[in-house]
T-cell receptor, first 115, second 115 residues
Framework: KQEVTQIPAALSVPEGENLVLNCSFT??????LQWFRQDPGKGLTSLLL?????REQTSGRLNASLDKSSGRSTLYIAASQPGDSATYLC??????????????FGAGTRLAVHP | DAGITQSPRHKVTETGTPVTLRCHQT?????MYWYRQDPGHGLRLIHY???????DKGEVSDGYSVSRSKTEDFLLTLESATSSQTSVYFC??????????????FGEGSRLTVL
């Protein structure tokens, strides 16, 4: 059974720091991995989607890497800002999902960036 | 932002009562999903739809039913609500399920409390 784990569960950093959020999954048979951001009381916003054949994706200050063979992904946030404070979730789309987007989510990392 | 509206956004009900949550989209996307989010569990898939009148079960479907009579609407029904169904419910849509895309877009959630 596919399981997704995110470490740490919570993180507090001063503004300006570069930081890394970790995601691990138990089964490497995935189509893709997606990173989401969730603000309190809000829905999820997709940040980056990495296909199984890719090693990384970048969007602005965000960089996500994928090592499918070891079951790991990292989300790197450069020069963190207070506006980055949110919960970050990773999710994998297993190949057993067939043709559908039946994602398996981690529990998330709650990030607080203080001025 | 993807045009996804969930209603109601907040609901308090009593054990044993029926509850229906509605998801309405204006994107004309074919695929729609219902997830629930609970502390420590991340998001888990309840049911999904791959077209009008075409639905299937997800990971945690017991106690829930769904219907999709129009492309734009996906209803989630709790026939007889229980306290274990207290949760935040998210609707999501995707245009395709191709491996390199199939990005999911989420609504803002419906918070349900069952007393």
């Amino acid at each position: 059974k596919q399981e997704v784990t995110q470490i740490p569960a919570a993180l507090s950093v001063p503004e300006g720091e570069n930081l890394v959020l970790n995601c691990s999954f138990t089964d490497s048979a995935i189509y893709n991995l997606q990173w989401f951001r969730q603000d309190p009381g809000k829905g999820l916003t997709s940040l980056l989607l990495i296909q199984s054949s890719q090693r990384e994706q970048t969007s602005g200050r965000l960089n996500a890497s994928l090592d499918k063979s070891s079951g790991r992904s990292t989300l790197y946030i450069a020069a963190s800002q207070p506006g980055d404070s949110a919960t970050y979730l990773c999710a994998v789309r297993p190949t057993f999902s067939g043709g559908y987007n039946k994602l398996i989510f981690g529990a998330g990392t709650r990030l607080a960036v203080h001025p | 932002d993807a045009g996804i509206t969930q209603s109601p956004r907040h609901k308090v009900t009593e054990t044993g009562t029926p509850v229906t949550l509605r998801c309405h989209q204006t994107e004309n996307h074919r695929y729609m999903y219902w997830y629930r989010q609970d502390p420590g569990h991340g998001l888990r898939l309840i049911h999904y739809s791959y077209g009008v009148k075409d639905t299937d079960k997800g990971e945690v479907s017991d106690g829930y039913s769904v219907s999709r009579s129009k492309t734009e609407d996906f209803l989630l029904t709790l026939e007889s609500a229980t306290s274990s169904q207290t949760s935040v419910y998210f609707c999501a849509i995707s245009e395709s399920v191709r491996e390199n895309t199939g990005e999911l877009f989420f609504g803002e959630g419906s918070r349900l409390t069952v007393l």
